[in-house]
């Protein structure tokens, strides 16, 4: 029965793409006929790359005029906003260039307006000479005031590494309450970025797990997530509000494609994760997520996939007693292949554990102390 909703589900959402779709279609045609266009510009992700690989991803869209978030906005401003960015005008068949590191690629945004870009050299890429930034160019316009330049961040790991950090986002870092429904949709609706809080601490624990061992370290730090990229800008004003390590971000498009949402996400979710594993062939990873979801599940098969790549995996509890077994049994199979799973409930017992392994040290340990006693005051004064 569980099988067949969650089909029924997914050929509803089926649907529903192919009418946004047409309606998209539509609705550009007359826009073009009667250039009623608002001014288009390229939202840029953060980027990713090695000495001999360079990815970038981004958008090019109609400017929604979504501003920056601030405590006290009102929940009609924030309403306002969340449906701007859900209605998100995209600018499909638009071609942009890029320039980096001496290289220059074209390419063209899909019907979703989304575009991706990378570059490949033989020669290994200076970084420090070459900067992080990559250059957008839009080569096509639809107003006077279009944005036709931009410029992507490219995170490339430096020399003080001992490992990276991949981290699902809610339910994990961010209170989604994303297993049941209505609490998620209540969170979403009625508090924005600056207004939504963190996990007690994790802000501390991702900084020091960013800073390694000698707390000199630049440990890069990916974030892997089923919310969508209509979020983006949200994510990255709830990190910058709350102190919390930027890194590239790894969403999805709101679009399912054909099977079920769970396999969906599942498989997703596994694909990004091999993107970046395969981008860094020589660096091993820490891996964070909840019980919630299929984080305990979907890294069991990268640590069967990627043997010795994985050092270790954090699990925030935030299920009931049932999931909680399975995780368990997940943890079992993975200690055979010598890969410890911690399931937690707060982030101190994570900070232990990872001071334990020498990840981080006891310095950095009581700062995640002082942060958990720090955020749970302040989620008690709000």
């Not at 390229?42 to 978030?69: A, S």
């Not at 960015?85 to 980096?100: C, M, N, Q, V």
């Not at 250059?135 to 992507?152: I, N, V, Y």
Request: net charge negative.
């Amino acid at each position: 029965m569980a099988d067949l909703t969650e089909k029924l589900k997914a050929n509803l959402l089926i649907a529903l793409e192919r009418v946004e779709h047409s309606i998209l279609k539509t609705k550009l045609k007359v826009k073009d006929a009667s250039q009623a266009f608002d001014p288009i510009n390229i939202m840029p992700y953060h980027g990713f790359g090695n000495p001999n690989y360079v990815f970038v991803k981004g958008r090019v869209l109609e400017d929604e005029k979504v501003k920056q978030p601030h405590k006290g906005d009102g929940i009609l401003h924030h309403l306002k906003d969340t449906y701007k960015r859900y209605e998100s005008d995209e600018i499909p068949g638009i071609k942009i260039k890029a320039s980096f590191a001496g290289q220059e690629v074209e390419t063209e945004t899909d019907e979703e307006g989304y575009f991706t870009i990378e570059f490949k050299s033989d020669t290994p890429i200076d970084f420090s000479t070459a900067g992080n930034k990559v250059k957008l160019q839009l080569l096509g316009h639809k107003t006077d005031k279009d944005r036709l330049e931009a410029e992507a961040n490219v995170f490339a790991p430096g020399k003080d590494v001992e490992f990276g950090i991949i981290s699902d986002i809610d339910d994990t870092v961010l209170v989604s309450d994303i297993k049941h429904f209505l609490g998620r949709l209540k969170l979403m609706l009625m508090k924005n970025a600056v207004e939504r809080s963190p996990f007690p601490g994790v802000a501390g624990l991702l900084r020091a797990l960013c800073k390694g061992s000698d707390a000199k370290g630049n440990n890069p730090l990916f974030f892997v997530s089923g919310s969508e990229w209509n979020l983006y800008d949200l994510l990255i004003s709830f990190f910058r509000s709350h102190d919390i390590p930027e890194g590239p971000l790894l969403l999805r498009d709101k679009g399912i494609g054909q099977g079920s949402l769970k396999k969906h996400l599942i498989a997703y979710k596994l694909d990004q994760i091999r993107h970046i594993l395969n981008t860094f062939p020589d660096l091993k990873f820490i891996c964070i997520g909840d019980s919630g979801e299929h984080d305990p599940e979907i890294y069991e098969k990268v640590v069967q996939e990627f043997p010795g790549r994985i050092l270790g995996i954090y699990i925030r509890d935030v299920s009931a007693e049932e999931r909680d077994k399975e995780v368990k049994s997940i943890a079992a199979r993975l200690k055979k292949q010598h890969v410890e799973m911690v399931l937690a409930e707060e982030t101190l017992s994570v900070a232990k554990h990872a001071a334990k392994m020498g990840w981080i040290n006891q310095n950095q340990l009581e700062d995640v102390r002082k942060a958990c006693e720090a955020d749970k005051q302040a989620k008690q004064t709000d």
